[in-house]
């Protein structure tokens, strides 16, 4: 169910002058504080107050919501649209695929819209590989966020070796930011990369400030390896996902474990990505952490109710953020979805044997989301929708769209690299170097020459030396990923 | 099933790309992705006349036929096949001749441009339906029509020009 309106939680109209929503808001404060209130819903009841409260306390947050209040009116927050490979089945005795676009999107847009608070842990790795560069970076970037953050946006630091510190406690506001600035300047690099202390840190650090309402998000930053405890790091994941939880990573360098991190993220609807060198850590954090506070709906899932027989085949999100989705978790974890784009999902359908032509659409799958919407307060908005189509008698012969096909070809390469790289674990080689070259041939045509050199010079490594290399493998499985990025759908 | 023109993997009715080597499987039109040159463009002289080759052909051997295209430092020699598509590689098509290495798809060059059929003795030239067309010793030619060639002959495909040299 919706929380609905913002004024509602603080129990005042929508006229309210700023000094009763003040008043309001101290008023649900005592009533809902956890001193005061033994009951065990009060304290969640208290984040509500405090996010709607941090909305209509800020006179351009509060216009902004009322504008957007009135456009939509009663009508949904969130809309969808849908693609598919044919426009009907064909009526065939054997299966047939189906791909679908699904493109998930605010009903608002070009409208100015709230900021959603943000809660969010920074967890550093601060192994000896971390010395220098990276770590200096690394805490200018975390100097940056404490000057940005906002009124009842949370914020801390955990940092992590063989152990775990929290170095900045939490931060709310602009209470303690010099004292915060000399935490982050004692943290320096040494030891070894034990990731579960720091992951069970940071979300025990966040776990008290978490709010349906608010975007809850956790920042891993490594460049090594973590030894034996992955499987620990994958349950905390799943931990974290089930409290609404985002967690997003950052490799840096070559040294990690990509699988690992992709995994990691995945779990909870977020994404790793690769950074090269040192030099771009600190635009690239700031960029991420700026991405936040541009959310609209936090917490997108996607269930998939497929039809009789029917199979859901894989699911990749294309946009705006390209990353494969585990089919495993159910519903499926999209993650964030930003004011000015949407999420786009390509899905796959294995289709039963059609028997009969019908001109009556036919049901393939019924999909619902539901989200938090952050910037409105709003939280589990849902939408439905089916996927119906006629089956033909006649072979179809009409072109798939343009965005489906472009997307797809940039999954093939996308493919190809992740089967080179898993026959090349495998030690099957001949394999792992066919793959790479057709991959850098279609690279090639594609126009895509960076990458293509890098696939066809990692062929020629594998051939003289067995082995591929963790560049390579990185800048192949990153940058094909990112392609997809680029034929997100051109409609939305 | 379907079967991938290019590994031969099967995959399901109404899969779009190869699940093996990524080819694609659903043809797409081929003018919409060749680049078109306005007619007069096609029809205005080149700055220079095609300069000879840089490196003088080797006279094919029996059998084989050389295609000289201008500014290549090797001829493509061609042999053992009775026809020979010219075009451009692509994720959907592979022709015999790929024309992408000689500056093909900046010169207007369609993935299936143009065949060469060896005929007994002689050599027949003939249009696929390009977007921008052939021409034959700088005279158009109509689509689908062969014409048999000359030892020697000048041949344009859009705005790449080469020499066919051959003896059968």
């Known amino acids: 169910m919706a929380t609905g309106n913002l004024y509602e939680l603080l129990g005042v109209p929508a006229e309210a002058t700023a000094d009763d929503i003040k008043a309001a808001y101290r008023k649900a404060s005592r009533r809902f504080h956890p001193e005061l209130n033994p009951d065990s819903a009060a304290i969640e009841e208290l984040k509500l107050v405090a996010d709607a409260y941090a909305i209509l306390s800020d006179g351009a947050q509060r216009q902004a919501y009322d504008a957007a209040l009135a456009k939509i009116g009663g009508g949904p927050l969130l809309v969808s649209q849908v693609m598919t490979s044919r426009a009907a089945l064909q009526r065939l005795d054997e299966p047939q695929v189906l791909y679908a676009m699904v493109m998930l999107r605010p009903s608002l847009t070009a409208q100015k819209l709230p900021a959603p608070p943000v809660n969010l842990c920074l967890v550093v790795d601060r192994s000896t590989s971390m010395q220098g560069d990276r770590l200096d970076r690394v805490k200018a970037a975390a100097q940056t966020i404490i000057d940005s953050l906002r ?3 949370a914020f801390c630091v955990v940092s992590f070796s063989d152990r775990a510190e929290v170095v900045i406690p939490l931060l709310r506001g602009e209470a303690e930011r010099t004292a915060a600035k ?18 069970l840190s940071g979300l025990c650090t966040l776990q008290p400030h978490l709010s349906p309402t608010a975007v809850n998000h956790l920042f891993l930053l490594t460049d090594g390896h973590t030894y034996g405890d992955e499987d620990g790091c994958l349950l905390l994941a799943k931990l974290a996902a089930a409290d609404g939880i985002t967690i997003s990573a950052c490799g840096i360098g070559d040294e990690w474990n990509d699988k690992f991190l992709d995994q990691l993220t995945g779990i909870t609807g977020g994404t790793a990505m690769y950074l090269r060198s040192a030099d771009q850590v600190r635009t690239f954090i700031q960029e ?7 959310a609209y709906a936090e917490r997108l899932r996607l269930r998939i109710l497929p039809d009789r027989d029917v199979k859901v085949q894989s699911a990749f999100k294309v946009g705006t953020e390209p990353m494969p989705v585990p089919l495993e978790t159910r519903p499926l974890l999209l993650g964030s979805m930003p004011r000015e784009a949407g999420v786009t999902v390509l899905l796959k359908f294995l289709i039963p044997p059609q028997p ?5 659409p036919q049901p393939v799958a019924r999909l619902s989301a539901v989200a938090d919407i952050v910037s409105l307060g709003r939280r589990d908005e849902r939408l439905t929708l089916d996927i119906l189509l006629p089956v033909q008698a006649q072979p179809i012969t009409a072109k798939p769209p343009s965005a489906i096909l472009s997307a797809l070809s940039h999954l093939a390469q996308y493919r190809l690299q992740e089967r080179a790289a898993e026959a090349a674990a495998d030690g099957n080689i001949p394999e792992a170097i066919q793959c790479l070259s057709t991959l850098g041939t279609r690279l090639l045509a594609a126009s895509e020459t960076q990458l293509a050199k890098v696939a066809l010079a990692e062929a020629r490594r594998l051939e003289t030396t067995q082995s591929i290399s963790e560049e390579g493998k990185k800048n192949l499985k990153y940058g094909t990923r990112a392609l997809l990025r680029t034929s997100t759908a051109p409609n939305l | 099933m379907i079967t991938c023109p290019v590994c031969h993997h099967q995959e399901y009715e109404g899969e779009l790309f190869c699940s093996q080597c990524g080819a694609q499987l659903v043809l797409v039109e081929d003018a919409a992705i060749t680049q078109h040159f306005p007619s007069a463009q096609l029809n205005e002289a080149p700055a220079t006349e095609p300069a000879p080759p840089a490196a003088i052909p080797r006279p094919p051997g029996p059998g084989q036929i050389a295609l000289s295209p201008e500014g290549a430092e090797a001829s493509i020699i061609l042999a053992g096949k009775f026809e020979y598509v010219l075009g451009r590689e692509s994720q959907s098509q592979t022709p015999d001749v790929d024309l992408n290495p000689y500056g093909g798809r900046e010169k207007g060059v369609s993935r299936r ?16 339906g390009s977007a921008n067309g052939t021409k034959l010793n700088g005279e158009p030619m109509r689509p689908r029509e062969p014409v048999r060639l000359l030892d020697g002959d000048e041949i344009r495909l859009g705005k790449l020009s080469m020499r066919v040299y051959f003896s059968l």
């Open chain 1, 151 to 153: 009124e009842n946006d």
């Open chain 1, 182 to 199: 000399a935490h982050l300047g004692m943290l320096t690099a040494g030891g070894g990369t034990e990731m579960l202390e720091g992951l």
């Open chain 1, 288 to 294: 991420r952490v700026k991405g936040l506070g541009a």
């Open chain 1, 356 to 360: 009969e032509a019908s001109s009556a």
């Open chain 2, 113 to 128: 441009h143009a065949s060469l059929r060896v005929d007994g003795k002689q050599l027949l030239l003939m249009d696929l």
